[in-house]
């Protein structure tokens, strides 16, 4: 089946770029994304590519896709302790109709002053 | 718009009792999905709907749990009776028609069970 896979834990210095990998297995997937999750909070959809894409910018965020591959990447520059949080990578299921996503199991950025 | 609003916020209960927990989805959105969230098991699906219909069930843990969606604006998820191991955040989710579309789901703040 479908499976989603990150890394758990990713430390940086504020200032400093972060970068959040996450690697998919279904390649029928049309869209992949990135929800923050803040601390008690729910899930925050941050951005989101379509699979014809392979980059795309949005101010501080940069996503980068690599479909043969199967690999997906959050950079976030000038990181800033605001952005500390749990980022979930997600790709719809492709299998079917149903809006189904698929979830990594979540990394913890930790932005130290 | 209000967003997905999810009540209570945090609910404590004796091993034993019923919990309802309820979810009004954002206005126009015909998918809704209920998920827990725990430290050991991350972020897990239990059920979801497609116009207030169950489409997969196969998350739900037990018979103990239940969900029903009587119409587009109310679905509640129960745990009748609760265990500790219940105990999680539960969300709620909704999104529009899934065909041919970004398919961005939009959650609640959460409901924190905890079952003593």
């Known amino acids: 089946g479908e499976d989603v896979e990150q890394s758990l834990f990713l430390s940086v210095r504020e200032g400093d770029s972060s970068v959040i990998n996450c690697t998919y297995t279904d390649s029928s997937s049309t869209y992949l994304y990135w929800y923050k999750q803040e601390p008690g909070a729910g899930l925050q959809l941050l951005t989101y590519i379509f699979s014809n894409m392979d980059m795309k910018q949005d101010q501080r965020l940069t996503v980068l896709l690599n479909k043969k591959d199967k690999h997906l990447s959050l950079r976030i520059a000038d990181t800033q302790t605001g952005d500390s949080a749990i980022y979930f990578c997600?790709?719809?299921?492709?299998?079917?109709?149903?809006?189904?996503?698929?979830f990594g199991q979540g990394t913890t950025l930790q932005v130290k002053p | 718009d209000a967003g997905v609003i999810q009540s209570p916020r945090h609910e404590v209960t004796e091993m034993g009792q019923e919990v309802t927990l309820r979810c009004k989805p954002i206005?126009?959105?015909?998918?809704l999905f209920w998920y827990r969230q725990t430290m050991m098991r991350g972020l897990e699906l239990l059920i979801y709907?497609?116009?207030?219909?169950?489409?997969?069930d196969s998350g739900m843990p037990e018979d103990r749990f239940s969900a029903k969606m009587p119409n587009a604006s109310f679905s509640t998820l129960k745990i009748q009776p609760s265990e500790p191991r219940d105990s999680a955040v539960y969300f709620c989710?909704?999104?529009?028609?899934?065909?041919?579309?970004?398919?961005?789901?939009?959650f609640g703040a959460g409901t924190r069970l905890s079952v003593l």
């Open positions: 709907f497609n116009n207030n219909v169950p489409i997969d």
């Open positions: 997600a790709e719809r299921d492709g299998s079917s109709n149903t809006g189904k996503l698929i």
């Open positions: 206005s126009g959105h015909n998918s």
């Open positions: 989710a909704s999104s529009r028609r899934p065909q041919n579309t970004k398919n961005i789901q939009y």
